[in-house]
């Protein structure tokens, strides 16, 4: 069954759910989720195998990436994650047995790379949770899975083969690079190779891989522009850009992940710096509130305002790199295209606040949920949670088709499209159940791990800290270090220096356990971090130096005896100066032991830890933050290289928040001068929205997901704020002073207080200052506002003393209707007679026309209706005519000219069925057929060939109707427009019905009281719960239950009165009608069904009175009653008068 993607209100209904989620609902929807891939898996395996990928609507399969059973592979890992040990094994077999490299098909270098080398390297290294699987002796730096990924790596490797070291896009598997393949290829294409290669290297010894995936990095980072941006497609035998366009979204995404990812994996500093200089850069010049735009690489400008769906992995890895607050507002922000929506499209346009035509499509992609998983395991904040479950619920509604699940065409129509992407089993089921299945042994914190015997000796493996290469294919890092020969000069190194007890309690390793951890007999609790290792480069660093260099320091301190406490907390029996001093050297010995590279000489990091101990000296026992530390480092008169690293080094462990990080390069750019004097010259729009990035963090509305009331007043008033704020830029405008109001969680107490920041003037400053100081907030950032001296002499604003807010709304009212009284327009008199006298005889001319104009439709309409059997064509009467001719024709010609087998479907969607032409082409909820007329043939084609599909919901809908009515107690009447889309229409009843029945039998009876004997409409997401002229309650498929209850106790009394009248209403309504027709000589008289019956009978009251000259002039005509204020005349002639007419 197919939904239209506006379930996104079942993700609004969760989000607001008052309860945290229970372990219930967690195991509830891991079993969803464990359904969802069986269901998808089990639907490739009976239709598309041996294909690469699965064609749901069709059940067939279809070789997309290179024929390799993609799928197959892509889903090993998901299997074992899943626990499902005896297909994991089954399918290691028959992949040994089936898939091989040698054959004559171009591939991608990058999903060849991510998907069947990552995939078969994941497979390899979870083999061995595998019960059934038969290890090799040297596992896990051997294996016949490991020989498959290398055979796949040697095939791509002569792709590099170019003057820059960057590969080419695609490369033949048998014959190589084509000499007539072209050389320009994507940033993530070349970006995107080192955890792959990498792995491979660290596994097999063989540094070919390592080393070719750090040469085509190094060569990309070269390229870089000015201000530090790279394009996305790049020449890479010139090495020059083609694309300029800088983005974090498609073509360049996975290429900023990998950098990060890199540095973690293969402990890669190096990688890690261009990371954060990445993300500084990023946020300059991309950076627009919390989105990323599309921007000029050379000049940073910002150009496209749109958000791309594969953007969404951003949150992930700022959360995996330590940045969480900064993931949190991003991905909330991300969160309202799921509420807007339901899904991600490929493209959102954000200033317009909708998806950009042609890019409407969702492929199930996993980026979303990715940084939810990495987010909530990071923050444990059940918000993420409902989140996931609601994208659960949307994808099982939208996308679920009986041969697995089906790619999103348009997520506003909900159309379909026939294909299964590999990466929906291999990320996103992955994510969302490793969201749900917080025990999965890829969560392992390192409490846990097993040892094994290689030829390196005895290994410590699964020991967590898993990294997902950007298929979601998980990497051990232990089995890495396992098969890497420096594991052997890392331990020689540790056993040399183990008697040195201090040393020891530096790497947080405990005496008593030194023998034990170097047998590798056993895994030690007291162990905090994994053993550290180094690049070959650095491996023969002087260690005895550094040593000395610790013992010096040690040798002033008395009772230097290092001890762990019962609790596991370090107490040291030495005075604070002294436990000051070797605190601050254990984190920048653990920072060079865990992270060193090269890139810091050991006489550097001597010339450090005695200038941090002078330092210490110099400021006694006064512990002084880290910023004073830069500063000093800054202000002595020491090696600037040396200077310059001390800063990168502290900079990189993240002793220093943003801010202080930018103060610091502030005050290097300014050669250590006076910062203050030049810091806040000018406060611009950036700057000020970096200063209340903590406020909006404080206020905004998601962080109160689970109480909507509060929710919405934080929402409406970040509205006024924001609105207020934008009109200071770039040139201040006066505007009213208003006061908003703010509900914040308590930090002391977690409850709710209520706060207001007054919105008074033109200075930025103090505003943001008021907002930060009302949240308790840091406001050094922001300067003191500077007093305005624009003021108009004799003006008392709103907030003197002598100036009352009242007294003020009232001269702002009184100037306001002044400025407008002086616009209007004064009314002309008897304008109606004007307009008919001007008019009469084109409105003549009109009626004329339209009266021919259905004579001359008439053979085309019925040339339809005898081809194709149609009983009747209908169209909106305000389109041209030739326009609703050329729609006619149209679809005449559309019909002969389809092949015999389509000409069939066609006949069957139109025989016995009305046509309209309306807004939009789609089914009809009573099975007619609609075609837009600004459509285009094709989609017209395409309702033809679903109607039997759409038809078979018409029995669905119904179904879903008596559910609601028999929900809410069958004693009120539901009102359907049977012109309405039926798949739009079935999205809205199931979502209604889906929330309502969610609520207890308390909550159900108060809703059946209060709708007794009412008239229901439901209508779609983007109506308001609201109130017609005839008592009709029209009531948005989304509603909130609060908000539902609410209106319903204001409204139903008066909608029952309303109602009551109706029928009496109705026939004064068709007495009048009548009676002016009669007493005009109107062809036909209607009107708005918005206006009041009274307003009505004043209106043709004072029609049928009207001066003679209107009557003869108005004779013949068809009119309509408008609450339209001007006068027009329609296409098909008839003219419409407001209901006030003059």
């Given at each position: ?399 679920k088709v009986p041969c697995g699940y089906s790619t999103v065409k348009n997520v506003i129509t909900g159309q379909l499209d026939d294909r299964m992407e590999s990466f929906f089993l291999a990320e996103t089921v992955k994510y969302l159940y490793l969201i749900f299945d917080e025990n999965n042994f890829i969560h392992n914190d390192g409490s846990e791990a097993r040892i094994i015997d290689t030829d390196n000796g005895k290994c410590v493996v699964e020991a967590g800290g898993y990294i997902f290469n950007t298929e979601a294919h998980p990497i051990d890092p232990s089995m890495l270090y396992c098969c890497d020969k420096r594991k052997e000069k890392d331990l020689e190194m540790i056993d040399k220096f ?494 209604i019905y889906l929330r309502l029945k969610r609520r207890n039998k308390e909550e159900i009876n108060k809703l059946r009281s209060l709708l007794k004997g009412s008239i229901i409409e439901v209508t779609s997401t983007n109506d308001e719960l609201s109130l017609d002229k005839n008592g009709r309650i029209f009531i948005p498929c989304n509603v909130e239950y609060s908000a539902l209850i609410q209106f319903l106790e204001a409204n139903v009394e008066i909608s029952k009165h309303l109602t009551k009248n109706l029928i009496s209403k109705i026939c004064e309504a068709e007495s009048l009608q009548k009676t002016c027709v009669i007493i005009l000589q109107l062809k036909d008289l209607s009107w708005d069904d ?53």
């Open positions: 069954m197919h939904y239209h993607p506006i379930i996104i209100f079942i993700v609004s209904l969760l989000i607001t759910t008052a309860n945290a989620f229970s372990q219930t609902q967690k195991d509830e929807y891991r079993t969803k989720v464990k359904d969802m891939f069986s269901h998808a898996y089990n639907a490739y395996l009976d239709h598309a195998y041996p294909y690469d990928e699965l064609k749901p609507l069709t059940c067939k399969g279809q070789d997309t990436w290179g024929k390799f059973k993609l799928t197959l592979i892509d889903s090993l890992s998901t299997n074992m994650i899943l626990g499902n040990y005896t297909e994991f094994h089954r399918v290691v077999n028959l992949i040994l047995e089936s898939v091989t490299t040698d054959i004559d098909v171009n591939v991608s270098i990058f999903e060849t790379n991510i998907r069947v080398i990552g995939g078969l390297l994941s497979a390899h290294i979870l083999q061995i949770r595998d019960p059934y699987a038969n290890l090799t002796d040297n596992y896990p730096c051997a294996g016949p899975l490991l020989d498959l990924a290398r055979e796949f790596a040697n095939k791509l490797l002569p792709a590099f083969r170019t003057t820059t070291g960057m590969p080419y896009g695609t490369v033949n598997l048998k014959y190589g690079v084509n000499k007539n393949e072209t050389p320009i290829t994507c940033t993530a294409c070349i970006g995107t190779l080192i955890v792959e290669f990498g792995t491979l290297t660290r596994l097999t010894g063989d540094p070919i891989y390592e080393s070719t995936a750090m040469k085509a990095l190094n060569a990309l980072w070269k390229t870089r522009s000015e201000i530090g941006l790279v394009g996305n497609h790049i020449d890479v035998m010139t090495g020059k850009w083609t694309a300029t366009d800088a983005t974090i979204g498609a073509a360049v995404d996975s290429y900023y992940e990998y950098l990060a990812k890199g540095a973690i994996l293969f402990q890669k500093p190096e990688l890690m710096v261009q990371f954060k200089e990445t993300v500084k850069v990023v946020n300059k010049h991309l950076r627009k509130d919390d989105w990323f735009t599309l921007s000029f690489m050379e000049t940073g400008g910002k150009h496209k305002l749109y958000f791309q769906s594969l953007e969404a992995f951003w949150p992930g890895v700022l959360a995996l790199t330590g940045s969480i607050d900064e993931a949190q507002r991003i991905l909330l922000n991300y969160a309202q295209i799921i509420r807007h929506i339901g899904v991600m499209p490929e493209i959102y346009d954000y200033p317009n606040k909708k998806p950009l035509p042609g890019r409407e499509g969702f492929p199930l992609r996993p980026e979303f949920v990715e940084s939810l998983m990495y987010v909530y395991k990071a923050t444990k904040d059940d918000t993420y949670l409902q989140i996931a479950a609601g994208i659960v619920d949307t994808i099982n509604l939208m996308s183990k008697s040195n007890i201090n040393f020891l309690e530096l790497l947080n390793i405990d005496e008593s356990n030194v023998d034990s951890y170097l047998a590798g007999k056993e895994v030690v609790d007291e162990v905090k971090d994994t053993v550290p290792q180094q690049d070959e480069e650095t491996a023969n660093i002087d260690h005895k130096l550094l040593s000395e260099v610790i013992a010096d320091i040690e040798e002033n301190t008395t009772g230097s005896h290092l001890s762990l406490s019962p609790d596991e907390e370090k107490t040291f029996s030495i005075d604070g100066k002294k436990l000051n001093d070797l605190d601050e050297i254990k984190q920048i010995i653990s920072h060079f032991t865990k992270h060193q590279s090269g890139s810091y000489a050991i006489d550097d990091a001597k010339k450090i830890i005695l200038y941090l101990k002078d330092l210490r000296t110099k400021y006694g026992d006064i512990s002084f933050s880290s910023i004073e530390l830069q500063k000093s480092l800054i202000d002595e008169d020491i090696e600037h290289e040396v200077k310059k690293r001390t800063i990168d080094l502290i900079e990189s462990i993240e002793l220093v928040d943003d801010d202080k990080s930018w103060l610091l390069s502030q005050r290097v750019l300014t050669n250590a001068g006076s910062l203050n004097s030049v810091r806040f010259n000018n406060f611009t729009a950036q700057q000020a929205a970096s200063a209340l990035r903590p406020f909006y963090f404080e206020v905004h509305p998601d962080r109160f997901a689970k109480d909507p009331l509060v929710r919405q007043k934080n929402e409406k008033s970040l509205q006024i704020f924001n609105g207020y704020l934008n009109e200071l830029y770039p040139v201040p405008k006066a505007q009213k002073p208003i006061e908003v109001n703010f509900s914040i969680r308590c930090k002391k107490t977690e409850k709710f207080i209520n706060i207001c920041v007054p919105l008074t003037g033109n200075d930025p400053r103090r505003i943001v200052r008021s907002a930060l100081e009302k949240c308790e907030l840091d406001t050094k950032k922001v300067p003191e506002p500077i007093e305005n001296k624009s003021k108009v002499e004799h003006y008392e604003t709103p907030s003197s003393a002598s100036y009352s807010k009242r007294e003020a709304e009232a001269r702002w009212r009184s100037l306001h209707e002044q400025f407008y009284s002086k616009k209007k327009k004064k009314p002309i008199p008897n304008e109606l007679l004007n307009a008919l006298s001007k008019n009469h005889d084109f409105i003549r001319e009109k009626m004329r026309n339209y009266e021919e104009m259905k004579e001359n439709f008439k053979d085309e309409i019925a040339h339809l209706q005898r081809v194709v059997g149609l009983v009747d064509v209908r169209w909106t009467s305000r389109w041209e005519h030739s326009y609703l001719k050329r729609c006619l024709l149209t679809v005449s010609l559309m019909y002969k000219d389809a092949e015999p087998e389509v000409k069939t479907k066609i006949m069957y969607a139109l025989h016995g069925y009305i046509l309209n032409f309306g807004r939009g082409s789609h089914v009809c909820c009573n099975g007619n057929i609609q075609f837009g007329a600004d459509d285009v043939p094709k989609n017209w084609l395409q309702v033809c060939l679903e109607a039997t599909t759409r038809r078979n919901e018409i029995n669905i809908l119904h179904d879903l109707k008596s559910k609601v009515k028999s929900l809410l107690g069958n004693e009120f009447n539901l009102i359907l427009d049977e012109n309405d889309c039926i798949l739009r229409t079935v999205t809205e009843y199931k979502t918005t206006i009041l019956i009274e307003d009505l009978r004043k209106c043709l009251t004072r029609l049928e009175n009207a001066t003679p000259e209107i009557k003869d002039l108005i004779k013949g005509m068809h009119v309509k009653i408008s609450n339209n204020p001007n006068i027009y005349v329609m296409n098909d002639g008839k003219l419409v008068i407001p209901v006030d007419w003059i």
